[in-house]
């Protein structure tokens, strides 16, 4: 049985080729295939995000040179944002996440952070390449681990780690876990083993749910508010514009008060 929505044969099976591949790797985030799973956004979607961005953080423009570096490998489709330059929307996507999680939780450097559903690895390069991590775990299928690799090698990406499942301690402990899309898309059985060894073992959070697992039949898992009533001192805010899949975002472990957050997530 799948695990996840992207443990579907196709997406491991295309990643494996991308990594084995020069040629596939050279254009792997326009694929059909990878933008099913990955590189979903529009124009519009990542001008919305760059809106949020350009709101809560201003300070981060002065580091979109660095930021849009994410876009030399892999060819995505990118857009011109004007004044700001020309991006991929995954990459805005992801520097909103980075964005949030600096309202959030601060200052970052030297934490132990693990990512639950890595992809190419994009946001563990844009976090890196602003905070001074300790360590940064992707935990992932084995064939989107090596393509992540592929990838932050490329940018020569300090203290990155590269996890299956099975390969996680339960004894381990983390200052931040990060799940885009990827928690809310896994099975039941896949979650709750990823509960006990990372979610309830970190002590703080920003997990990203939508729900289109809940579309499809037989598919058994967590609702949100399940997953939530597990863990202590956590918000569930609403993620805007609504037009995203991302509905709602799983918070938990900021020391400051949560009241005035939903100002941050603006249309």
């Known amino acids: 049985m799948e695990t996840s929505l992207s443990d579907n044969k196709e ?27 990955v590189e979903t956004l529009t124009y519009e979607q990542g ?41 991929a929307p995954t990459t805005l996507r992801y520097i909103k996440v980075l964005s949030d999680l600096k309202v959030l939780f601060g200052d970052l450097n030297n934490t132990k952070i693990i990512e639950i559903g890595g992809g190419y690895g994009g946001l563990c390069r844009i976090i890196s390449d602003f905070f001074n991590i300790d360590s940064y775990i992707i935990v992932d299928l084995k ?18 780690k590269y996890a299956t499942a099975d390969d996680l301690s339960q004894e381990a402990k983390y200052d931040l876990v990060i799940s885009n899309y ?13 509960f006990k060894k990372i979610v309830k073992n970190s002590s703080r959070g920003y997990i990203t749910w939508n729900f289109i697992s809940s579309e499809i039949d037989n598919f058994d898992k967590y609702e949100i508010n399940e997953l939530a009533g597990k863990i202590n001192n956590h918000i569930i805010i609403a993620s805007k514009p609504h037009s995203f899949s991302v509905s709602r975002i799983l918070i938990w472990g900021n020391n400051k008060k949560f009241t005035s957050y939903s100002l941050f997530f603006c249309t």
């Open 11 to 37: 997406y491991p099976n295309f990643c494996d080729l991308a990594v084995k591949e020069d040629k596939i790797f050279k254009s792997f985030r326009r694929s059909q295939i990878f933008c099913s799973i």
């Open 47 to 87: 001008l919305k995000y760059l809106k949020v961005i350009i709101s809560q953080t201003p300070e981060l423009i002065d580091r979109f040179d660095d930021f849009r570096k994410n876009d030399l490998y892999g060819e995505p489709i990118i857009y011109d944002y004007g004044e700001y330059g020309k991006f």
């Open 143 to 160: 064939p989107a681990l090596n393509l992540a690799e592929k990838y932050l090698l490329k940018y020569e990406v300090k203290n990155v």
């Open 182 to 194: 990827a928690f809310s898309e896994c099975r039941k059985p896949v979650q709750e083993f990823y």
